[in-house]
């Protein structure tokens, strides 16, 4: 292995939430467990070298002033995405800085719609944009995701038609890879869910976040390359803070092939006067883009024998919670439904036992999905096993 993926770093106390809190009041890691933080949706992996050489670099010059984007910053993008999302039609017009995802999502939902307003997502759903909705004063409409007979998550495309179409909706979110499942849309049905947004004159936001964590024998097909209808009713967002773990950083980036969406875009972006980056954030996004695909291929493989190792374990050893090997990002999402009924306990006593116990996991019931959990993978596999091996002495018992 070329890269660090095995180094036990200590997180605590250096600005990292992930590290610092627990989202279980009254709830304390009991004498004797070290913690293990596995909720919040960054890597405890070492950052990829040659993003902290990029930023060395930058730092060694002593003045940030304002800046502008310069045309190597839209060059990697579009090599990033030629060659490891293979668009070859992206031209720098088409992309546009946002402070984070969910800023970005923000400003389109002011864009397109009103309060009061209803927007179709499907279920289990990203926390985060719920938190959005509810922020803007939008209601959710939610499509459950339906598991096939191998247990594989997938849409429900007669529900999300009869709902935009009895809701009278007109904005969708969709998530691509899905978040918190691990779903890999196969193009065929992304095909299909935009043929079912197009028939209920539907604009998309597309969150492609984790579009670079994708396990091997899949592959992410970016959404608005499915028809040129797609590419022209979708508004797609992008970041390398998931795939290079940038989240304190902040930077993300939307592609809008529309010209009407993307001036509309521009415009509200531009009133609230939030939407500016960070010479640093712009510094780590060059040096991921440009030297991290070697890395990127790594930790793929390292989330992927994550995934296998904590798929078996479960398999054997609570073999009453479902669990879709994710094809995609670095969460896994528990179904503990039956066996929370088998045994008798409700899911909030559950993951009471295992914060207890050390392993700081997160409550999927806030993904609008009764008795799950979702976890965070993304860390060394020595500390997966120690959590798994907690989880089955003092959690699932």
Not at 27 to 40: D, L, R, Y
Not at 176 to 193: D, F, L, Q, Y
Not at 356 to 377: C, H, K, T, Y
Request: some cysteine; hydrophobic content about 40%; aromatic content about 10%.
């Amino acid at each position: 292995m070329t890269y660090d993926f095995t180094t036990v770093l200590d997180r605590a106390g250096h600005d990292i939430i992930a590290a610092d809190l627990i989202p279980f009041p009254g709830v304390k890691v009991e004498e004797g467990f070290s913690t293990i933080p596995m909720w919040v949706a960054d890597m405890s992996f070492p950052t990829a070298p040659c993003i902290l050489e990029a930023l060395a670099e930058r730092i060694r010059f002593p003045n940030f002033g304002y800046f502008r984007e310069p045309e190597a910053y839209y060059q990697a993008i579009l090599d990033w995405h030629r060659d490891r999302k293979g668009v070859a039609d992206l031209k720098k017009e088409h992309i546009g800085y946002e402070n984070g995802v969910l800023g970005g999502v923000s400003t389109a939902i002011r864009m397109l719609t009103a309060p009061c307003e209803e927007i179709l997502l499907h279920a289990p759903t990203y926390v985060g944009f719920t938190h959005v909705l509810e922020n803007l004063g939008r209601k959710a409409i939610h499509s459950d995701l339906i598991r096939d007979e191998s247990g594989v998550w997938r849409m429900d495309f007669e529900d999300m038609d009869r709902k935009l179409k009895e809701h009278r909706i007109h904005l969708a979110v969709f998530c691509s890879p899905h978040n918190p499942t691990g779903r890999v849309w196969e193009r065929w049905e992304i095909e299909r869910a935009m043929e079912v947004y197009a028939a209920n004159d539907c604009v998309v936001l597309s969150d492609e976040i984790w579009s670079d964590i994708i396990m091997p024998g899949c592959t992410h097909v970016c959404t608005q390359s499915v028809s040129e209808d797609a590419k022209n009713r979708t508004i797609a967002f992008y970041a390398p803070s998931k795939t290079f773990s940038l989240a304190g950083l902040i930077g993300s980036y939307h592609v809008v092939y529309n010209e009407r969406l993307r001036h509309r875009l521009q415009r509200e972006s531009d009133q609230t006067h939030y939407n500016s980056q960070n010479v640093l954030s712009m510094a780590a996004l060059l040096g991921a883009y440009t030297k991290g695909g070697a890395w990127v291929d790594e930790m793929c493989a390292v989330i992927d024998e994550n995934h296998r190792y904590a798929c078996d374990f479960i398999g054997k050893n609570f073999p009453c919670v479902k669990v879709m090997r994710p094809q995609g990002t670095y969460m896994l999402f528990l179904d503990c439904g039956d066996w929370c009924r088998e045994h008798g306990v409700p899911i909030q006593e559950l993951l009471a036992r295992g914060v207890r116990a050390g392993v700081i996991w997160q409550n999927g019931e806030s993904f609008f999905w009764p008795d799950s959990i979702r976890m965070n993978l993304a860390l060394p596999f020595s500390l997966l096993q120690e959590a798994l091996d907690r989880l089955k002495e003092h959690a699932f018992v």
